[in-house]
């Protein structure tokens, strides 16, 4: 398996315009994270998925960020409209299960830019 | 106050000596504790993990906890350079959710 993909792996965009970020789990894992890493807040849970439906989401910053998860093969992050603090590094993770004993597998991540 | 905290470094040590990495936490309900290592422009991965007081040690890491005192190690020993890297330490109730320390960044120089 190819571990989990995301893309694209850099996005540069100036405030107010939509970002949509992407990630493919691990092919058979059923949970599903996503994560924002910043030097100031370090990484943080934005939204987690179990059998492609969201479980908690009290870690979205704001009604500016959305997710989804179609099928069990694809997820979406949406920021819309961007702001400069969004800057971060957004990472996708899949585990088998969503026992805390599952290891989360993260994606290499995407780097965000809001100028 | 952040959930756990750990100190972001850098920590820098000659190649072969033992590295010590900690953090401290304030939630007693934590049971798991784990450390990632991510590598630059890497996702983490998992190192290692502990359930409860304890020890546990695979090869030249040992995860140390004191839940007495609400404080966990990671410890190197033989440190080489390919072990540059950020380390965070992550706690967990027994549910989904992770917390995560902000990370240290190591280097250990040849």
């Known amino acids: 398996d190819a571990g989990v993909i995301q893309s694209p792996r850099h996005e540069v965009t100036e405030m107010g315009q939509e970002v949509t970020l992407r990630c493919k789990p691990i092919?058979?894992?059923?949970?599903l994270f996503w994560y924002r890493q910043t030097m100031m807040r370090g990484l943080e849970l934005l939204i987690y998925?179990?059998?492609?439906?969201?479980?908690?989401d009290s870690g979205m910053p704001e009604d500016r960020f959305s997710a989804k998860m179609p099928n069990a093969s694809f997820s979406t992050l949406k920021i819309q409209p961007s702001e400069p603090r969004d800057s971060a590094v957004y990472f996708c993770?899949?585990?088998?299960?969503?026992?805390?004993?599952?290891?989360?597998?993260f994606g290499p991540g995407t780097r965000l830019t809001v100028l | 106050q952040k959930e756990v905290e750990q100190d972001p470094g850098p920590l820098s040590v000659p190649e072969g000596a033992i590295v010590s990495l900690n953090c401290t936490y304030s939630?007693?309900?934590?049971?798991?504790f784990m450390w990632y290592r991510q590598y630059s422009r890497k996702g983490p991965e998992l190192l290692m993990y502990?359930?409860?007081?304890g020890n546990k040690e695979d090869g030249r890491f040992t995860a140390q906890v004191d839940k007495s005192s609400k404080y966990i190690s990671l410890f190197i020993r033989d440190s080489q350079p390919s072990d540059s890297a950020t380390y965070l330490c992550?706690?967990?109730?027994?549910?989904?959710?992770?917390?995560f320390g902000a990370g240290t960044r190591l280097f250990v120089k040849a």
């Open positions: 993770a899949s585990s088998e299960t969503s026992g805390v004993l599952d290891e989360q597998f």
């Open positions: 092919s058979g894992h059923n949970s």
């Open positions: 998925f179990n059998n492609n439906v969201p479980i908690d």
């Open positions: 939630n007693s309900a934590f049971q798991y």
């Open positions: 502990t359930y409860s007081s």
């Open positions: 992550a706690c967990n109730t027994g549910g989904f959710k992770t917390i």
